[in-house]
Nanobody, 127 residues
Framework: QVQLVESGGGLVQAEGSLRLSCAAS????????MGWFRQAPGKEREFVAA????????YYADSVKGRFTISRDNAKNTMYLQMNSLKPEDTAVYYC????????????????????WGQGTQVTVSS
C-alpha cells in the first residue's frame, strides 16, 4: 500500500505560479511511476504530467507543456508540480497518483495505470 498526500493548492491570479507537492509513504520502494491528474467541475479527470520514479523521464499533457514542470525527490519520497503562467482553465482539483507494478507498454498518461491516489488539492486561477 502507498499513501499519498497532496499540498500546495490555492487561489492565484492568472499568470501566477503555484507549486504542488505529493508526499508518499508506505511501500514506496517499489514505485514505478507517479503522476498528476486534474478534474474540473463537470469534466472527466485528465492527465497533466508524470514521471518515471527510477529514471526520471517526464511526460506532459500538451495543454501544460512549457508551463508546468514535474520533478521528484527520491530521498523524500516526494513529487512536485511547479505550475507557472497559470490560466483560468487550469482551475481544477489536482490529484497525485502512484503505481508500484511493472506494466508492459506503460504510457504514464492513463488513469488505469495508477493504483494509488491522493485526496486532491484545489487549484483556482482567477482571471
Amino acid at each position: 500500500q502507498v499513501q499519498l498526500v497532496e499540498s500546495g493548492g490555492g487561489l492565484v491570479q492568472a499568470e501566477g505560479s503555484l507549486r504542488l507537492s505529493c508526499a508518499a509513504s508506505g511501500r514506496t520502494y517499489s514505485t514505478y511511476a507517479m503522476g498528476w491528474f486534474r478534474q474540473a467541475p463537470g469534466k472527466e479527470r485528465e492527465f497533466v504530467a508524470a514521471i518515471s520514479w527510477s529514471v526520471g523521464s517526464t511526460y506532459y499533457a500538451d495543454s501544460v507543456k512549457g508551463r508546468f514542470t514535474i520533478s521528484r525527490d527520491n530521498a523524500k519520497n516526494t513529487m512536485y508540480l511547479q505550475m507557472n503562467s497559470l490560466k483560468p482553465e487550469d482551475t481544477a482539483v489536482y490529484y497525485c497518483a502512484a503505481d508500484t507494478r511493472y506494466r508492459s507498454g506503460r504510457t504514464y498518461t492513463r488513469l488505469n495505470e495508477y493504483a494509488y491516489w491522493g485526496q486532491g488539492t484545489q487549484v483556482t486561477v482567477s482571471s
